[in-house]
């Protein structure tokens, strides 16, 4: 076993995709990107050994952490400076309910270095609950951050970007290198800033419609969408909705997805 894989003196465990942050000059851009404050709650997903939580909770009066490791969370219940700041919660945060940390009328801030492996559920889950948050800073592989962030007729547009934007705004704040880890991964990565829409701009009736339509579609995405979608919409159907058949999926924009997707709702055959 190589050396980088021991940081801090604890063995990274690949199944919970750790790679921790050694870097102090990334560190410090990212906390303040972050710009910790106490007029919100504010949650780490994943702390580990603290590369994040230590200078975060520096500058707040609490923070919340959900760590599924549980030597990890073992360590930060008797880490000197941060254990009387912060609320331990053992769990996976795949499963966890955000919402229940809302105690009082502030809403959520949440941010973490994801494990890698399971970023794009995790942010599906928190899209979800997306209404009580008011933003999400994520360490991600910089091609998801790409990808959240597409717009139409490019490449890297497909589901996670439409369904991303559905609920949030989405700007990526700074490119890291794989040095900055322990153990380097073999990718880029990229911090988002993920901003909650207020007011949704394009509300689906039925989101599930709008999970359908876009999986179906981008599911083929060579094809046009008058073939693609044809289990479910006719080709006058789009024609009526003013959207052209022979478009494929990543040329539509996302009220063109969402646009569809109601449609669907309205047939009550979603
Ligand atoms: C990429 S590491 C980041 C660690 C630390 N924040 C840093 O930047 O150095 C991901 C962290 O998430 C934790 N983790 C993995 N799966 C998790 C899950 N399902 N729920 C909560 N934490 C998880 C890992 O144990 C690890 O501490």
């Known amino acids: 076993m190589s050396n980088d894989k021991v940081h801090l003196g604890h063995t990274a465990r690949k199944r919970f995709g750790q790679n921790f942050l050694h870097d102090h000059y990334v560190i410090d851009n990212i ?17 580990g050994l603290g590369a994040l939580t230590e200078p975060v909770a520096s500058q707040i009066q609490h923070l919340h952490v959900v760590e599924l490791d549980r030597d990890l969370a073992e360590r930060l219940r008797h880490h000197p400076l941060l254990s009387s700041k912060l609320s331990i919660h053992e769990a996976d945060a795949m499963k966890f309910d955000f919402s229940s940390l809302r105690t009082d009328a502030r809403p959520l801030r949440v941010f973490g270095n994801l494990p890698y492996n399971i970023s794009t559920p995790l942010m599906f889950h928190l899209f979800e609950q997306s209404a009580g948050i008011r933003d999400m800073h994520f360490m991600l592989q910089k091609e998801v951050v790409d990808r959240l962030a597409a717009g139409p007729n490019s490449k890297a547009y497909g589901r996670l970007s439409v369904m991303a934007q559905y609920y949030c705004q989405v700007i990526p704040v700074l490119h890291v290198g794989p040095g900055a880890f322990k153990p380097a991964p073999k990718v880029d990565s990229a911090v988002v800033r993920l901003v909650p829409h207020q007011v949704l701009p394009y509300p689906a009736t039925r989101i599930e419609d709008l999970h359908r339509v876009c999986m179906e579609a981008f599911n083929q995405r060579r094809k046009t969408i008058r073939n693609s979608m044809r289990n479910f919409i006719s080709e006058d159907a789009l024609t009526a909705l003013d959207i052209d058949p022979n478009l494929r999926p990543e040329n539509l924009t996302l009220q063109q997805f969402v646009t569809i997707a109601n449609w669907l709702s309205a047939q009550g055959q979603g």
């Open 31 to 47: 906390v303040a990107a972050i710009a910790p404050s106490d007029d919100a709650i504010m949650v780490e997903i994943g702390p």
